[in-house]
């Protein structure tokens, strides 16, 4: 199935505690309240964690997770963000 995202909605999400200094984008899917957040890999340099190849689309990075809520805000997103960062030892 190919997504096709929103290009009005988009949204960027930081972590920038202790040594880190990482950013990820949510974009919100055109046809239904969930927003997909991309984080490039190569952009830091990160090489031991394996993504699903399918996850991955040129300019954006890898799917890392999807977010089901219409209007999704800067704190909220953060939170999952960092929770995914955490949860593979990224941080």
Known sequence: MNIVYDSRYHLHLGY???K???E?????????DIWDIFFDLEQ?????????????KKNMGYKILSIAIEDLDYDYG????ERWLLENKLI
């Open 16 to 18: 920038y505690e202790e």
């Open 44 to 56: 830091y340099k990160i090489e031991n964690l394996t993504l699903n190849q399918e996850d991955y």
């Open 20 to 22: 880190f200094d990482y």
């Open 24 to 32: 990820a984008t949510a974009y919100k899917r055109q046809s239904e």
């Open 78 to 81: 953060v939170k999952h963000f």
